[in-house]
């Protein structure tokens, strides 16, 4: 079993749908909690991180952590074509800092 | 500011060849990471550097693969003889704080 699970998807949304976007994971250890954005044939590029539990917002992104059940999502409100991307959730631990554990990534489509 | 450089953005070449790939990070940055991307998976890291040091490479599969970051710069990764499962993106990514990795573009190599 990998350390951190990622819905597959792939998801299909319209326009101004709003989107959500899971993980869970295993590793107790892990307190940081990022969300990375992966359009076709680029490198992924950091959407969001969280330290521990909490929700953190960035305008129409959303990012929640939930220690306890092992389990983080991010949020896209009004979500736009141009979010059609893979997303990928990835965490760190203090004890291994700078390694992080990704998941396999949720592709989002957003139909005009 | 420019971002991770990588060259070449793709390769191709037959089993039993040898291939490398080069890496300049964001100038400052002290870390420096080399992933694999299989289609439809997240990176897996293969090794990490701190300035000049190889400091997790516990993924890197030693038999064939080769890193080096001279100067605790620019760095090359190298794979000597190329197998037909080593067809995937190697992603170079540089940082210099724990939860924020900047990705290059990535190297698309296909091993026939």
């Known amino acids: 079993q990998k350390e951190v699970e990622q819905d597959p998807g792939p998801l299909s949304v319209p326009e101004g749908a709003i989107v959500s976007l899971n993980c869970t994971y295993s590793?107790?250890?892990?307190?940081?909690f990022m969300w990375y954005r992966q359009y076709s044939r680029k490198g992924p590029e950091l959407l969001m991180y969280?330290?521990?539990?909490g929700n953190k917002e960035d305008g129409r992104f959303t990012a929640q952590v939930d220690k306890s059940s092992k389990y983080i999502s991010l949020f896209i409100r009004d979500s736009q074509p141009s979010d059609s991307a893979t997303y990928l959730c990835?965490?760190?631990?203090?004890?291994?800092?700078?390694?992080?554990?990704f998941g396999d990534g949720t592709t989002l489509t957003v139909k005009p | 500011e420019a971002g991770v450089v990588q060259s070449p953005r793709y390769k191709i070449i037959e089993k039993k060849q040898p291939v490398a790939f080069w890496c300049n990070p964001i100038?400052?940055?002290?870390?420096l990471y080399w992933y694999r991307q299989n289609l439809g998976q997240g990176p897996e890291l293969l090794i990490r550097?701190?300035?000049?040091?190889?400091?997790?490479d516990s993924q890197l599969p030693k038999d064939r693969f080769s890193a080096e970051r001279l100067k605790g710069v620019d760095s090359t990764l190298k794979i000597q003889p190329a197998e037909l499962g080593d067809s995937a993106v190697y992603l170079c990514?540089?940082?210099?704080?724990?939860?924020?990795?900047?990705f290059g573009p990535g190297t698309r190599l296909t091993v026939l």
């Open positions: 990514a540089s940082s210099s704080s724990v939860d924020t990795q900047y």
């Open positions: 590793n107790s250890a892990f307190q940081y």
């Open positions: 969280t330290y521990s539990s």
């Open positions: 990835a965490m760190t631990s203090n004890t291994n800092a700078g390694k992080s554990t």
């Open positions: 100038s400052g940055h002290n870390t």
């Open positions: 550097y701190e300035n000049e040091e190889a400091v997790d």
